[in-house]
């Protein structure tokens, strides 16, 4: 059984630029939800998609956004990126909505 | 928001030193607190789902217990190999789903 994959695993961006970070599920879950982590600290909820629709949001802005796909794996986009951005981006994947979170190994962002 | 507090920040064990680590938390009703692992620049790792209280989950040397307030982590006889920060998060129910709200992370080095 694959786990939970993102790539890139690492990313370097100039402040202002946009990113996009993927993500695959694991076999059979049908939610993803992404959360950012800063150093020193637990992950912070961004949102979360089930079945293609997101499915709630933590405060982020709007520049901060996201898609489903109907094979269940995901994107993160952020645009105009900020110096503050720079953190690991982590997925997550369910069997559903309330179940336990699978989390993958992350995509670790710097903004410069 | 339900909020999640994890005590001690850092724990320094020799190798066979048992000991606990604790996360408090306040939430309006419980519906399931989660332990992870996570070792440096990964992503967390799923340890333990307790939902009532009085409960308790097993795994090797780590034993997960939870009350109406809070959850510990009980650790017997480390080793090396157990050191790293452990993660507790609690489900904050959205209109649809669940997120987790972590803590900060109590971060463990075993010594031999």
């Known amino acids: 059984e694959t786990g939970v994959t993102q790539s890139p695993t690492h990313l370097i961006k100039t402040r202002g630029q946009q990113v996009t970070l993927r993500c695959s599920s694991q076999?059979?879950?049908?939610?993803v939800s992404w959360y950012q982590q800063a150093l020193g600290q637990g992950p912070q909820f961004i949102f979360q998609?089930?079945?293609?629709?997101?499915?709630g949001r933590g405060n982020f802005p709007p520049r901060f956004s996201g898609l489903q796909f109907p094979n269940y794996s995901s994107e993160l986009n952020v645009n105009a990126l900020e110096l503050d951005d720079s953190a690991l981006y982590l997925c997550?994947?369910?069997?559903?909505?309330?179940?336990?979170?699978?989390f993958g190994p992350g995509t670790r962002l710097t903004v410069t | 928001e339900d909020q999640v507090t994890q005590s001690p920040e850092a724990l320094r064990l020799q190798e066979g030193e048992s000991s606990s680590l604790n996360c408090s938390y306040t939430?309006?009703?419980?519906?399931?607190l989660f332990w992870y692992r996570q070792d440096p620049g990964k992503g967390p790792e799923f340890l333990f789902t307790?939902?009532?209280a009085g409960e308790e989950k097993e795994k090797e040397r780590l034993k997960a217990t939870l009350t109406k307030k809070e959850s510990f982590l009980h650790i017997t006889a480390p080793k090396p190999e157990d050191s790293a920060t452990y993660l507790c998060?609690?489900?904050?129910?959205?209109?649809?789903?669940?997120?987790?709200?972590f803590g900060a992370g109590t971060i463990l080095r075993v010594k031999s």
């Open positions: 997550a994947s369910s069997w559903d909505r309330v179940s336990e979170q699978y």
């Open positions: 076999s059979g879950h049908n939610t």
């Open positions: 998609y089930y079945r293609e629709e997101e499915n």
């Open positions: 939430v309006s009703g419980l519906r399931g």
């Open positions: 307790l939902y009532s």
């Open positions: 998060a609690v489900q904050d129910p959205m209109e649809y789903g669940n997120k987790l709200v």
